[in-house]
């Protein structure tokens, strides 16, 4: 596959896997991905653990499942992510970002507007949306042949010094050249994220991946190869539009967008 299309073919796998496992040659080639990012001085300050085995691919669907159900039934998901979520075609044309929801049960149509007024997540609430959420993404994780968890050794990532933004920035690269590297590979993935948003749940998942002291976790995720039909979640939505380049390009300065033409 040509470079720029990989690229333009990059997107984030919002539902389930094929069950087969990940070839151990592929997940090589997704280290070695990583690998070739760009780093400070070379410090590669990025670790990595390759998840298989199923207890553990299982223990932390749960711990997912359940902080996403929590997540939704306190509103802290809706309140903290409100101002990413799009309603209409119209609204996702202008902004042309966050994510347009596209596909909701009926019963929650009317009440998309007001998702974060308490009628609203009180209808979620009686409705067991939390719990369906929450399920959903126990089943998405759990049907995941690998998982990935991302850390950066603390001899390099000093948060509040230079070093930890330049880990940060390396790790990103790497994570970025390892999503691109699942597109030429027929593969997906998606960010676990909902596990960082509760710092007990964070902790229960460094107890379980025996993360050491001089180790930060940083992020997991989920791989594995895309089906040819691709089903939707009960609850999705779309994230296909990129702004247009005179709504994140200037030229010069600061003071002259750059010209869509």
Not at 167 to 192: C, D
Not at 245 to 256: A, G, K, M, N
Request: charged share 30%.
């Amino acid at each position: 596959m040509e470079f720029l299309e990989v690229i333009r073919k990059r997107k984030t796998t919002n539902g389930p896997f094929l069950d087969k496992p990940v070839s151990r040659d592929h997940q090589h080639l997704l280290m070695e991905a990583a690998s070739r990012a760009p780093s400070h001085f070379n410090s590669q300050p990025w670790r990595f653990i390759l998840i298989e085995d199923k207890a553990k691919r299982e223990k932390i669907a749960e711990i997912g499942g359940r902080t996403m159900q929590q997540l939704i039934a306190d509103g802290k998901f809706f309140e903290r992510y409100r101002p990413y979520f799009r309603f209409s075609e119209k609204e996702m044309d202008e902004r042309r970002d966050g994510i347009l929801i596209d596909q909701l049960p009926g019963p929650l149509r009317p009440f998309t507007r007001q998702i974060m007024s308490p009628s609203a997540l009180g209808l979620l609430r009686a409705l067991r949306v939390p719990q369906t959420l929450g399920e959903d993404n126990r089943k998405l994780v759990a049907g995941s042949p690998l998982l990935l968890a991302a850390l950066l050794d603390k001899q390099e990532y000093r948060p509040g010094e230079l070093s930890g933004f330049y880990s940060v920035l390396g790790l990103g690269m790497a994570i970025e050249n390892i999503w691109l590297t699942t597109v030429e590979l027929g593969m997906g993935i998606q960010f676990v994220s909902t596990p960082m948003e509760i710092p007990e749940a964070w902790q229960e998942l460094k107890k379980l991946l025996e993360v050491p002291e001089h180790l930060e976790l940083m992020a997991i995720y989920r791989l594995g190869y895309v089906p040819p039909e691709k089903p939707r979640p009960r609850i999705d939505w779309k994230s296909d539009h990129r702004k247009r380049i005179s709504q994140y390009v200037f030229r010069d300065s600061c003071t002259t967008p750059e010209s869509d033409d």
